[in-house]
């Protein structure tokens, strides 16, 4: 018994070793070939918080700055070519820089790009979503997927009156206050924040009641979701 676990200490001791030494490794490669991204995070972190205005975007020792991408590749700051399997999330279906959505941009930037209006434009790419997809009854765009879920969770709530979100334990549902509960809870789960989260929406609107302000969680939620008041 003594022998079997000297040995399993031994050998968890040179993985462990192995691992620190590839860490190092890789470290220094990815140091000696990205250093004008480095002076750019040197600059960033003084303009914006983290470096970034995005936090998804952000790993140890500095992210890697982009310069420009075409179809399935990217390129960096410092001339290296990556393929790129995230494309922004799955929001870049056709790749980087597609000659005909460059080709639209260019059209539609030459006409204006933004007006406190309704446009035609807008209305044509709703009818389409609808056509392709016909079970959307109704199309609101949205400039981030936070307020997509902020308007989506106060259109819930003013529609079925009910006050109480269900999240999925770890989900990531953009960086509102009513969605950002227990994204990363890893083994073992962090107890939830005091307080609330944010008013939501208002008690009444036209007449109607449409919720109550997120609170602590209610006990006994069922496993692996939250139940919020």
Same mark, same amino acid.
């Given at each position: 018994?003594?022998?079997? %676990?000297?040995?399993?200490? $031994? =050998? !968890?001791? +040179?993985?462990? *070793? #192995? ?77 980087? %820089?597609?000659?005909?959505? $460059? =080709? !639209?941009? +260019?059209?539609? *930037? #030459? ?77 073992? %789960? ?40």
């Amino acid at each position: 018994m003594g022998t079997t %676990a000297t040995t399993a200490a $031994t =050998a !968890a001791a +040179a993985s462990a *070793a #192995a691992t620190t030494h590839f860490a190092r490794e890789l470290l220094q490669r990815y140091t000696a070939r990205t250093p004008r991204s480095a002076d750019l995070y040197a600059r960033a972190v003084e303009a914006f918080p983290g470096g970034d205005t995005r936090t998804g975007t952000f790993f140890l020792p500095y992210p890697t700055f982009m310069s420009h991408g075409a179809g399935a590749r990217m390129w960096d700051v410092d001339g290296n070519a990556y393929v790129d399997f995230l494309g922004n999330f799955t929001s870049l279906i056709h790749g980087h %820089a597609h000659p005909h959505i $460059t =080709a !639209a941009i +260019a059209r539609r *930037a #030459a006409q204006g790009t933004a007006f406190p209006f309704p446009g035609e434009a807008a209305l044509r790419l709703a009818e389409e979503i609808r056509r392709r997809v016909p079970s959307m009854e109704r199309v609101r765009f949205c400039n981030s997927g936070t307020e997509a879920v902020i308007g989506a969770i106060r259109a819930a709530r003013a529609f079925t009156g009910r006050a109480k979100v269900l999240k999925m334990e770890g989900g990531y549902h953009g960086s509102a206050d009513v969605a950002q509960v227990s994204v990363s809870p890893g083994m073992d %789960a962090p107890p939830y924040p005091e307080g609330r989260a944010g008013a939501g929406v208002p008690r009444r609107r036209g007449g109607r009641r449409a919720g109550r302000p997120v609170q602590r969680p209610r006990d006994g939620a069922a496993p692996g979701a939250r139940a919020r008041r």
